[in-house]
């Protein structure tokens, strides 16, 4: 069983043939799939599962906090399930591609005082830009 559908089940979410379909087309490594594409993954699984069922789906891990809502640009939102293991993003500036990253440090502590203008910091968003190997050629 994958991380999430272990998680979901964990908290005692009603896991149905869709939920289970959407959750497993999520799973994995480096996902971060928009709601277009989990759908078209999701109906190789289950032909009869809508587009509003997979959105709802998605909402709903959304707002348990199993699932993140990634939005590195001005294209779709991307969907993550690495909810639980804090990470930034490496994002391709050409194909759009996108890894998880783990920098080492703290990058809360990373911003001084003088710039904090007095606001009490909880959460950091930093996003890594670049080509990937494909886009830069190599």
Excluded at 55 to 73: H, I, R
Excluded at 87 to 104: E, F, K, N, T
Aim: with cysteine.
């Amino acid at each position: 069983m994958s991380d999430l559908l272990e998680r979901l089940r964990g908290r005692g979410w009603r896991m149905t043939a869709q939920r289970r379909v959407v959750a497993e087309v999520l799973d994995g490594e480096h996902v971060h799939l928009t709601a277009d594409e989990v759908h078209s993954r999701a109906v190789e699984r289950l032909p009869e599962i809508s587009r509003a069922t997979v959105y709802n789906t998605l909402g709903e891990m959304v707002s348990l906090g199993e699932v993140l809502e990634v939005a590195t640009d001005r294209r779709a939102k991307r969907y993550d399930p690495n909810a639980h293991r804090p990470h930034q993003h490496l994002v391709c500036g050409q194909c759009g591609a996108i890894r998880d990253v783990h920098p080492s440090g703290n990058p809360l502590a990373n911003l001084p005082d003088s710039e904090r203008f007095g606001f009490t910091i909880s959460d950091v968003e930093v996003t890594y830009r670049g080509l990937c190997p494909s886009c830069a050629g190599a």
